[in-house]
C-alpha cells in the first residue's frame, strides 16, 4: 500500500508541475524564436557588409600574417630601394657634434659699425 501511495503521489506531482513546466518550455520557445530572427538579420548584414559574424580563428590571422610577409618579399624584390646616397654638404657646424674637450677652431667674427639707412635718400634710384 506505501508503494501504491508513493507512486500515487508522484503522478499528483507531475500533473501539478506539468502546467509550470510547460510554461517554462513555452518562454523558451519563444526566446529561441527572438534570438533565431535577430541572429539572421545580423547574419545577413555583416554578409553584405563584407564582414565575418564568428571572427577570424587562429589559423587565419597566422596565415594572414605568413600571406603579407610574403607579399611584402615579393614586392621588395620587384621594387628594389636604391642605396642612400651620401650627403655631399658635411653638415652646419662641422664637425658636429664636438666631443668632450674639443674646441672647434673657427674664424672670429669682426663687429663693424654700420649706419642706419635713411629712407629719404634716393641712392641714384629714380623712378
Not at 526566446?31 to 564568428?54: D, E, H, P, R
Not at 646616397?85 to 659699425?113: A, L, R, S, T, W
Request: hydrophobic content about 45%; glycine content about 6%; aromatic content about 14%.
Amino acid at each position: 500500500m506505501l508503494k501504491f501511495l508513493q507512486f500515487f503521489g508522484q503522478g499528483l506531482l507531475y500533473v501539478v508541475l506539468s502546467p509550470f513546466f510547460l510554461i517554462i518550455l513555452a518562454l523558451y520557445l519563444v526566446y529561441t524564436s527572438i534570438v533565431m530572427v535577430f541572429l539572421f538579420f545580423q547574419m545577413i548584414i555583416m554578409f553584405f557588409a563584407g564582414k565575418n559574424m564568428f571572427g577570424d580563428l587562429p589559423e587565419d590571422l597566422e596565415a594572414a600574417k605568413i600571406l603579407e610577409a610574403h607579399r611584402q618579399a615579393r614586392q621588395a624584390q620587384l621594387n628594389p630601394q636604391p642605396q642612400p646616397q651620401p650627403y655631399p654638404y658635411p653638415p652646419f657646424g662641422y664637425p658636429y657634434p664636438p666631443q668632450p674637450g674639443q674646441v672647434i677652431d673657427q674664424p672670429e667674427v669682426k663687429e663693424i659699425e654700420a649706419k642706419p639707412i635713411d629712407e629719404g635718400e634716393n641712392n641714384g634710384d629714380n623712378q
